[in-house]
């Protein structure tokens, strides 16, 4: 095999899904898969791809050098190296009750990383972000990669950091690094302390959808099947050094996503419960996707019309995977975050 990607996080909500995409887009590429199975991260995501020749798992900690080196050493003997970094800390919520473990993992296991990456001559590296990083929008605007970088919670900061340790390496050393910058993913295999799959799985057994503030909080929502494929298309075609944007041309309110979900349900909308306000809850995110149309001729094919059906009903058949995941930690965090309802 000429191409081998070394995936970080993919036992992952998007990582698992981009592990799966490959598979089936790339079947001649190898995928080494490091992941340090957190709470987010579960291996049954992966399911049908143990075994398969050409893909191998690595159990360890990006920020841990001895589990990066391990990981390397799976992944060579490949005329083109790459890597595709997804390991994070990644829940906002999270990073308000505790900010430690999101510098440990974002901004020291991100250096860990370069540091390795670039020792072992990794041709790509790329790094996927978020739009968090540039803060919060008013009614009107769009963020585009020159938006000046302005993140508020532990959680964005992190990962602004994670950003500018990247585009350092690239300035200071040549690295051929990559940035993408996305809106909110939805899709299947998201944990479900994230709001729609959090939603989906409330309404099912009719408990209250906790709204945060007066819910007209606006997010961009994003298939993660497009996610993946745009991240592929920067892989192969991005400009070393750029950012992209990737975004779904779908702003949403909160409100107006659960209203969305309890009627594809058939759930009440007695079921929406307001709760106390997130501390410092971006108003809007909205992305201009515009430079990775224009220079890669990547768009998002999924609208929420197509794409919001296709996810419910994934959670509604894997109920086993809703459950297994809800339990033991899940629940402690649970508590801590909505109280005991
Ligand atoms: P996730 O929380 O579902 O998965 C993170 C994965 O990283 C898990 O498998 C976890 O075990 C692994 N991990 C965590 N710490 C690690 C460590 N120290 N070493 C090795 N592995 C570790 O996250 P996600 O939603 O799939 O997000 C993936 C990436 O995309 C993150 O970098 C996130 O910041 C970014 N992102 C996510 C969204 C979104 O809507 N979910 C939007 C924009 C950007
Ligand atoms: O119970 C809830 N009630 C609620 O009103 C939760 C969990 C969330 N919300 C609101 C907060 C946000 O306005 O819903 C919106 C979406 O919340 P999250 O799913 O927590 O996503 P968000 O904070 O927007 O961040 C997500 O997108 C950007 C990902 O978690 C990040 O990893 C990514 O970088």
């Not at 996305?182 to 939603?199: A, D, I, R, T, V």
């Not at 989906?200 to 709204?211: G, H, L, M, Q, T």
């Not at 819910?215 to 298309?233: N, T």
């Amino acid at each position: 095999m000429t191409t081998t990607v070394l995936v970080t996080g993919g036992a992952g909500f998007i990582g698992s899904n981009f592990v799966h995409m490959l598979a089936e887009l790339r079947p001649d590429w190898r995928v080494v898969n490091l992941d340090a199975l957190t709470y987010a991260g579960n291996l049954e995501n992966l399911k049908g791809l143990d075994g398969r020749k050409g893909y191998a798992f690595v159990h360890g900690d990006i920020t841990k050098p001895e589990d990066v080196e391990r990981a390397f050493t799976s992944a060579s003997g490949a005329k083109n190296l790459f890597v595709v970094h997804f390991a994070a800390e990644s829940h906002v919520d999270r990073s308000i009750l505790g900010g430690l473990p999101f510098v440990n993992t974002n901004v020291v296991g991100t250096q860990v990383l370069l540091d390795a990456s670039r020792r072992h001559g990794v041709a790509r590296f790329v790094h996927v972000s978020t739009d968090e990083v540039y803060g919060s929008l008013g009614a009107t605007g769009l963020f585009r990669e020159d938006t000046p970088l302005a993140p508020n919670s532990p959680y964005s900061a992190s990962k602004a950091g994670s950003d500018l340790l990247v585009r350092a390496a690239h300035h200071t050393h040549g690295f051929a690094t990559l940035i993408t910058r996305c809106s909110n993913n939805y899709g299947p295999y998201q944990f479900p302390e994230k709001f729609l799959p959090l939603m989906i799985a409330n309404a099912s057994e009719d408990k209250p959808i906790p709204v945060y503030g007066d819910g007209l909080y606006v997010r961009d929502w994003l298939y993660v099947r497009d996610h993946c494929e745009a991240i592929l298309a920067v892989l192969e075609k991005g400009k070393l050094g750029e950012v992209y944007n990737i975004g779904g041309n779908n702003e949403v309110a909160n409100i107006d996503l659960v209203k969305a979900v309890l009627k594809a349900l058939g759930k009440p909308e007695s079921l929406i419960t307001y709760v106390k306000d997130r501390p410092g809850h971006d108003r809007r995110y909205a992305i201009d996707a515009s430079k990775i149309k224009a220079e890669i001729g990547w768009a998002p094919r999924f609208t929420f019309r197509d794409a919001l059906p296709l996810t419910i009903r994934w959670y509604q058949e894997q109920k086993d995977w809703l459950a297994r995941v809800r339990s033991g930690a899940y629940r402690e965090y649970y508590a801590t975050q909505y109280g005991a309802r």
